[in-house]
């Protein structure tokens, strides 16, 4: 009885993570994001994109061939882009957290932004972990 019950339990999860994220065609993302995408990173192709329903949010997720991830938000805004350990473009980050990241990290790339609820995460080459305002006033750094 034990087996059956943890099987059921597996294959409800699985079914649930299936949901979670479905694979989608490009032109099915909103025509922001795909703008996003073909400004900021027409130097690589898309690998895959899905429908993501992450933490009860409903967007999208976007894998590169290059490795890097996008996330957009329902309405096709960018939530997210991670580049691992590249440096990601800049263009569309606030010019406020630019400047901050210049002025005290000169030898250093972003490879991360985030937006949360409350604030902004951005990521550097050196592991140092920043936060952010929404605004793009600093809060505080902190090495991973």
Do not use: C
């Not at 597996?10 to 099915?28: C, M, R």
């Not at 997210?80 to 210049?102: C, L, M, R």
């Amino acid at each position: 009885m034990e087996m059956r019950i943890t099987f059921a339990a597996v294959l409800l999860g699985f079914a649930i993570s299936a949901n979670a994220q479905k694979k989608i065609a490009v032109t099915e993302l909103p025509q922001s994001a795909q703008d996003f995408l073909k400004e900021h990173f027409s130097k690589t192709t898309i690998d895959i994109a899905k429908k993501d329903a992450e933490h009860g949010e409903k967007g999208y997720e976007v894998k590169l061939k290059d490795g890097t991830e996008v996330e957009f938000w329902k309405d096709g805004s960018y939530r997210e882009v991670d580049g691992g350990d590249k440096p990601i473009p800049t263009a569309f980050i606030p010019a406020s957290v630019k400047e901050y990241v210049a002025k005290n990290y000169p030898n250093e790339k972003i490879t991360h932004i985030d937006y949360g609820h409350k604030d902004l995460d951005v990521d550097l080459t050196n592991k140092i972990d920043l936060e952010f305002t929404k605004e793009g006033k600093f809060i505080k750094g902190e090495k991973d």
